[in-house]
């Protein structure tokens, strides 16, 4: 059922809630017929169901789950779309220098010891091979796996965007639980604007951001947050490099892509504020908000917070 707020103009934002991917999604169309809006949000709900299931590693017909039930075995060629997401998957590895990561191992036991034994500078995401004339991937290790746990929403919402934009939809906000991803204006024409909180405090929000045509993620430190039976708040492990993530509450990214947005995020949580911030002044129409232990907002370069 879709919640209709009118505009001047004849312009609507209509705006419906479906649960997907296991999460909240509520897509907000600009418009002046909620019959068409309704349709328009049903192909976008269609497009996210079908990304779900692409990427899904449980699915025996799922490309994912072909490539790790090869693994150490042979290189199992791949669609076209799945050989591209797990290629920018990679490209993030090498950009944040193996923060971001879509491997995991089917057996704790022997990735731990790959860990302890491992040198800092190994690249895992390295033992990843792809051979783009005959669009194969292969997992050099029999144990490795990959997911997308990291990036799929991200890259969901985006085919969504381009699905509703494709079918006429000019302007709108997809808010996947809290990531958001906006194009055009409001119906009064004004950019959409987001309001800048806490990660931990979300209904006192400190600031306004213009996010026009812009996807924003964040990445919270749940564990080190979380409430433990003994009152000991335990700090969150750099699995990389296995050393405490200091101070960080909440990373925002802003970026022109939600895929982006969401891998960065994460990665940013894990490498620490100097060198996150590092990282997204290097990058060309990318921001990141941080939010330390002690509330105090760090931005990059671009980024001008309004009160």
């Known amino acids: 059922m879709l919640a209709v707020k009118t505009i001047p103009h004849n312009l609507m934002v209509l705006k419906r809630e479906v649960l997907l991917m296991g999460i909240k999604f509520e897509f907000s169309v600009v418009g002046n017929d909620s019959n068409w809006a309704e349709e ?142 906006t194009w055009g204006l409001q119906p009064d024409n004004s950019p959409w604007t987001l309001s800048t909180a806490d990660a931990t405090q979300a209904n006192n929000p400190f600031s306004d951001y213009v996010i026009g045509n812009m996807a924003i993620a964040t990445a919270i430190n749940n564990v080190k947050y979380a409430s433990t039976i003994d009152k000991v708040t335990p700090k969150q492990i750099n699995a990389k490099l296995g050393f405490p993530v200091s101070g960080i ?5 802003l970026s022109t892509s939600a895929e982006l947005a969401d891998s960065l995020s994460a990665s940013i949580l894990q490498m620490g504020i100097n060198a996150g911030l590092y990282l997204i002044n290097q990058l060309n129409q990318i921001g990141c908000i941080i939010i330390d232990d002690h509330d105090r907002v760090y931005t990059s370069k671009g980024i001008n917070l309004t009160n």
């Open 40 to 181: 328009r949000i049903n192909e976008a709900i269609i497009e996210i169901n079908r990304v779900e299931k692409l990427i899904s590693a449980f699915s025996d017909e799922s490309s994912v789950n072909e490539i790790n039930r090869n693994a150490g075995i042979k290189p199992v060629k791949t669609n076209a779309e799945i050989f591209r997401l797990i290629s920018r998957s990679l490209e993030i590895s090498e950009l944040t220098h193996g923060s971001f990561n879509i491997i995991y191992y089917t057996d704790d036991t022997i990735a731990s010891k790959k860990v302890a034994s491992n040198k800092k500078s190994e690249k895992k995401y390295h033992n990843i091979v792809l051979d783009a004339r005959n669009q194969t991937v292969f997992l050099k290790d029999k144990n490795m796996r990959i997911g997308f746990g990291s990036n799929s929403l991200g890259y969901a919402t985006d085919r969504a965007k381009y699905i509703l934009q494709m079918n006429g939809v000019s302007s709108g906000v997809i808010n996947a639980n809290g990531d958001l991803l």
């Open 249 to 253: 509450k909440s990373v925002s990214i």
